[in-house]
């Protein structure tokens, strides 16, 4: 069974930096794309950072760019997510998620969030200001 498991989350203060990682298990992750994504309560689940399998071009969302940087080795199958700068507004649940689908980054980070295959369950990011 595919399952996605993100660790990484918790309370930073102000302008510190985390290191969020997914892991993919049961499947190679060099066939999947894969992308991190955020939810405050009471909204849309928003995309952060998504990658091809190559991750040649990655997609940042506007709340990204410059401050966060999406990695991944195929071989250890594992997805990062690198924040710097962080931000209260920052605050929110991280997920990761996957699909076999060839999607393009950008719109696999907009309009097809709610068709992603595989997610994780969240971590969560609090940042004090």
């Known amino acids: 069974q595919v399952q996605v498991v993100e660790s990484g989350g918790g309370l930073v203060q102000s302008g510190g930096s985390l290191r969020l990682s997914c892991t993919l298990s049961g499947a190679s992750l060099a066939d999947y794309v894969i992308g991190w994504f955020r939810q405050v309560s009471g909204k849309e689940r928003e995309g952060v950072a998504c990658s091809s399998s190559s991750n040649s071009a990655p997609y940042y969302g506007d709340s990204a760019k410059g401050r966060f940087t999406i990695s991944r080795d195929n071989v250890k199958n594992m997805v990062y997510l690198r924040m710097n700068n962080l931000e209260p507004e920052d605050t929110a649940v991280y997920y990761c998620?996957?699909?076999?689908?060839?999607?393009?980054?950008?719109?696999?980070?907009?309009?097809?969030?709610?068709?992603?295959?595989?997610w994780g369950q969240g971590t969560l990011v609090t940042v004090s200001s």
């Open positions: 998620a996957a699909d076999r689908k060839t999607y393009s980054p950008q719109p696999m980070c907009s309009i097809y969030i709610p068709y992603l295959e595989r």
